[in-house]
């Protein structure tokens, strides 16, 4: 994996370099000590310095989220719960009403939360039971708020969970230790970055370090540093025991085996201070990470209501498109301004979907979608995929005019299921032809496109076609 460096890292680099080649022209005059060590011990402890010149001031970054004041919170769940009425009004028996309300009302609890959750988390025999052991014994006693949850190990195949569950459990919690033993593998990285992504504050820990030579522990430490470019602690839960001997005034020598300390100081002083400093933000940060859940979960299960209404209205609206088509063959161009976008259809769907469009507007809308698929070429490949599965034996007036109807029929559902999507994607409603997102829509057409472009569905859709469009005694003549 290629790791990004900064300049000052490559400034430092090269000092450094330039450092080491004065110190190996000295090395002949350096007694009792190893060069090889030497040398890289400064190397290391050089790069380790670099590291630290380039990090904020202060013992723990955090994400930008951090800055969260309980009414950035408050507003994230009031948006929650805006969704959540809006479904009780469209749809006031829907089945999963209850349970958010309640979910609701516990995020209004979880506010004033004390406790703080702090989860542990990594793959397999990383250290996480040792972890929790020791910093309950030694250290919680001071820290009463924390409660420590051990998940399920990542990188497994072992039980029910996936790594994604685990992850998902992860979120749940207010601040994550993430273990490793060693150079971070690709899955530790990606998972690593997840939940980088969901904003969740992290310390990676080097535990077991002591299972390395003095020599290699800054040299994975720095390697840990650069790839994620975030706090990274080293530790040893579970230090490996050591013969102790000593020998006696008479000659006798006596042995025996001592468990060192645990080697945690870095890692609790760090916990110590994010926790006297940013106790009541990590709770909100986490209350606010689930009225976000919440409002996407709501907003699934109103965008799923909506949409079974507005099937039955773009269905109602492409088959209006395929029989003037049909009845009037006229050419490509005409067909998607006259039928095959309906400005009618445009306000209907804005209706079930909260977005509201004077006549004027729609009709905007409408011309939009149609210059858009024309310029994506979607009009002539309809056309030609549609013509292939009628017969070409069959090319007459009457077939001539089911290929512009199918195809108008087609078109409008495109546009329909397209705009379905557009409009899921919307907070409020559009006010005029300049909210429209040229962009979004553009991209929105190629997805609805290419998703109703198998062959399976093209086959069905154009029999279906044919069935209302054609009598009987000329369907069998024209479709296979």
Do not use: C
Not at 230 to 259: C, M
Not at 394 to 400: C, K, L, M, N
Not at 429 to 451: G, I
């Amino acid at each position: 994996m290629v790791v990004k460096l900064q300049r000052p890292i490559l400034v430092g680099g090269l000092g450094l370099s330039f450092f080491l080649w004065m110190l190996e022209s000295w090395h002949h005059s350096i007694v009792q000590l190893g060069e090889f060590s030497l040398l890289s011990t400064l190397a290391v402890g050089g790069g380790l310095w670099l590291l630290q010149q380039n990090r904020p001031k202060g013992s723990l970054e955090q994400p930008d989220s951090m800055l969260v004041d309980r009414s950035t919170v408050e507003n994230a769940i009031a948006k929650a719960e805006a969704v959540i009425n809006q479904l009780a009004q469209e749809a006031e028996n829907h089945t999963a009403l209850e349970t958010l309300r309640e979910q609701v009302a516990h995020l209004v609890l979880e506010l004033d939360r004390q406790e703080i959750k702090l989860a542990v988390t990594g793959g397999k025999s990383v250290g996480k039971s040792t972890l929790i052991q020791v910093l309950e014994s030694n250290w919680q006693e001071n820290q009463p708020r924390i409660k420590f949850q051990e998940t399920v190990s990542l990188f497994t195949e072992v039980g029910d969970k996936s790594d994604a569950d685990v992850l998902t459990e992860v979120a749940k919690s207010d601040f994550v230790l993430f273990l490793t033993t060693g150079d971070l593998t690709d899955s530790e990285f990606q998972s690593l970055q997840q939940i980088k992504a969901a904003n969740q504050p992290t310390i990676l820990v080097f535990n077991k370090q002591d299972q390395y030579l003095v020599d290699e522990r800054p040299s994975i430490l720095l390697s840990l540093k650069q790839r994620v470019q975030e706090n990274v602690v080293a530790i040893a839960a579970s230090p490996i025991p050591i013969k102790v001997r000593k020998h006696e005034a008479d000659g006798s020598v006596q042995e025996w085996i001592e468990q060192p300390t645990p080697d945690i100081q870095q890692l609790t002083q760090q916990l110590g201070e994010v926790l006297a400093q940013q106790g009541q933000r990590l709770v909100w940060l986490t209350t606010m990470r689930k009225a976000r859940l919440l409002k996407a979960e709501a907003k699934s299960w109103l965008n799923g209501t909506r949409r079974d209404r507005a099937t039955p209205v773009i269905e109602q609206y492409q088959w209006i498109a395929a029989a003037a088509a049909f009845a009037n063959p006229v050419p490509a161009l005409d067909i998607l301004a006259t039928a095959a976008i309906n400005a009618q259809m445009v306000m209907d769907l804005g209706n079930i979907y909260q977005q509201k469009f004077s006549l004027e507007q729609a009709q905007t809308v409408a011309g939009t979608m149609g210059s858009l698929m024309l310029k994506l070429g979607l009009v002539e490949l309809s056309t030609k995929a549609i013509s292939t599965v009628l017969k070409s034996n069959a090319v007459t007036f009457v077939a001539g005019g089911a290929v512009q109807g199918v195809s108008a029929a087609y078109l409008t559902r495109v546009a329909g299921l397209s705009l379905i999507e557009y409009f899921q994607q919307q907070e409020i409603a559009m006010d005029s032809e300049n909210a429209l997102n040229l962009d979004k829509l553009r991209l929105t057409l190629q997805k609805v496109f290419q998703q109703n472009q198998q062959m399976a569905f093209m086959q069905g859709f154009v029999k279906q076609g044919v069935k209302r469009l054609l009598p009987e005694a000329q369907q069998t003549e024209v479709v296979a």
